[in-house]
């Protein structure tokens, strides 16, 4: 337990970028080797270093194009170190400073990334965790990120993995919604399964979780009544998923 101890204190001492004597060296470097050291422990992979390097870039050379490109690997380093705030922020002053740049598609992509991956702690590293069932704050904020990256920049380099990003949150995103309606079904709350439902038919079309969406909103329209919409529910999961399982469970249910 106490070599433990030691570690943590010694890792949290560690995250100081610089000691002092080096500190008062770095203030005497001119922008071109401040620059060069940044960009070396960053590719290194000592990223709280290379933070404290561009942070003091940040501060004295704000413009020109070491200033420039300065800010975008910060954000860059701050999304490493999981500062998501910090990150998101370096992106947008980059995107309001720079509308025109070249590289202005990459922080969009950025605060993409930040936003993917925001929410997931430690325990994420060890432990598997369903995405679905965690809050879909994040995940919405970077499917829109991303969106607004293909709506400015639809030949962006990043499109690519851009495109599979948004995939695996649109599937996501699906899940939670009837890991919520699984939830109203169990509390009793019928209507408000059935919208939920009816919420990822009409909005994550073609995603894995349709067919049981449709499933939840016949069995909750049979429960209400509403024999009209049973029909409809139970006609679309035949017509476009004539192999799902439930559709099995739904005529045994239509016997009793």
Known sequence: MRITLIILLLLISGCSWLNKSDDEEARDWSVEKLYAEAKKAMEAGYYSRAQGYYEVLETRYPFGVIGRQSLLDLAFVY???????????????????????????????????????????????????????????????????????????????????????????????????????????????????????????ENYNRTASVPEALVIMAKCYKILEMNDLYDDAVRVLRMNYPEHEGIQELEITEVK
């Open 79 to 201: 999304y490493k170190t999981e500062k998501y705030d910090e990150a998101v922020s370096a992106c947008d002053r980059y995107i309001r400073l720079y509308p025109q740049n070249p590289a202005v598609d990459y922080a969009y992509y950025l605060k993409g990334l930040v936003n993917f991956e925001r929410g997931k702690g430690l325990a994420d590293r060890f432990l598997s965790i369903d995405d679905s069932q965690r809050d879909p704050g994040a995940a919405l904020t970077a499917f829109q990120d991303f969106k607004e990256l293909g709506e400015k920049f639809p030949d962006s380099i990043y499109m690519e993995d851009v495109q599979q990003r948004m995939i695996y949150l649109r599937n996501m995103l699906a899940q939670y919604e009837i890991n919520v309606a699984n939830y109203y079904m169990r509390r009793g709350a019928f209507v408000a399964a059935a919208n939920r439902a009816r919420y990822v038919v």
